[in-house]
């Protein structure tokens, strides 16, 4: 980092203030969040025997290895602690802070660099990404890294090698870094074609993509042409022209219900203002583009921002194997972050008032985030199990479910979480269910005065619950988080 944090540069202070700000948010959200169902799914494959279990597994999974690769390294030097397995998110997301910093310094201000910074500190769904066990903070990180590389690459002529690096480790990390790599080396070949100076550029930084992709050609001829061919479905379908918007504004103001009522109406109201500023840098960024005859930020950014979204929802419009989610368009946050920065530098009408949205909207963006990071409002299995072991015992019985695909084994979270909370300690009795969440032995419920279902996402009429509703006449529901329920049935 020769250079980048030199004692001379005035941005230091801010740099180191604003990289606080963001560690403090991520290890605040890591320490009160629970792990997730898709957090126990990355460790499932992390704990593979060996890696042929692991590519085998993975075939019939939905994503690339890289991210499980690096949780599988993380589990195998520091153990499975909850910190152990968020790490190598959390270094993701902090990598991106890092890239965004370098990139803002090719805007027109450190007003606009800082702002930039800012937004993507405040961002609720960075600070997620960034403390939880999966790939979306490193699919940020390596769209950050491609859009560094090739700014590079045409504006000063270095860092050919950096593009081939992150288009390898983006294809690895995530099948939505496809619409990254074409968003970017779509516009890359236009500014080359159409702009004198980064034509000599152009060869490379092609020559970088192509690299890129042949090497990562033994993966996807392997292993993503068998999962093509299983019918597991991705996560997300919302892929309405209101679900389009919504994922724009989810990129900062995820999770707004979270902040509570008041705060609720301010990140609702500062969505809408995300949108405006966007549009508003857009613009402010391709006049100065012009004015300095320098497109390259301009536009590179403009792709990654807002192409890269509509492409992944109009894929997903079209088919329902590409899917629509919030976190899957972590790849376009970056540059987002960026083109609202340049509003940071705003001149000539009404830029005072420009200006100061872009501060305010920062504001309202950390004071979302930090009731987040308090309480991030997701699956509470910890909670939920904590609450079932202060009040079952072995003479009481258990169930343990979850909504998922066939390929995961259910109860991951129970066998994480209750041996860690309730060490040596006797654990009620399981009962085993079969395919379809019917109870496999119903027999097992004579006898029992107590039942508790610890239960993710499972509709109120399987099977489970119409057998226990059957023998039992007091039901008891309580809600931790999003989607886990605990269900207590007693017979008096």
Known sequence: MKGFLARSDPGTVSFLLLFAVALALRLANAA???????????????????LGSFFAVLRQDNHPPLSFLLVRAARAAFGEGAWALRLPALLAGLGTFVFVWRLGSRLACAQGRAAAVLLLTASTLHVEISSDVRMYALLALSSAGLLEGLLARLEEGRGAWRIALWTVVGLHTHYHFLYSLLALGSTTLLLGLTRPRYRSA???CLGALVLGGLL???????????QLEHELAPGGSNASVAGLFEGFKSLVFMNVS???AALRWVGLGASALLLVLTLLGGASS???????NRPALAWLCLASAL???VLAWVTARFTSR???DWRYLAGALPALCLVVGAEGCATGRFARWRRAGVLVLGLCALAVALPNARDPGGENYRGAIQWVLARASSEDALVVADWQPVIFPHALAWD??????APGRPLPHRLEYTHDLSLAVPDELDGRERVFCCLRSLKNECGILRALRQRFAHEEVKAFGRSVYVHVFTRT
Do not use: I, M, N, Q
């Open 32 to 50: 009160c969040g629970s792990l997730k169902l898709d957090d126990f799914h990355s460790l499932h494959h992390a704990r593979a025997a060996d």
């Open 202 to 204: 152009l060869p490379t």
């Open 216 to 226: 990562s050609a033994p993966w996807y001829l392997t292993g993503f042409t068998e």
């Open 258 to 260: 979270v902040a509570g």
């Open 286 to 292: 391709v006049r100065r583009a012009r004015e300095e």
């Open 307 to 309: 192409l890269v979204p």
């Open 322 to 324: 590409a899917g629509f």
């Open 416 to 421: 994480y979480y209750a041996p860690r909370l």
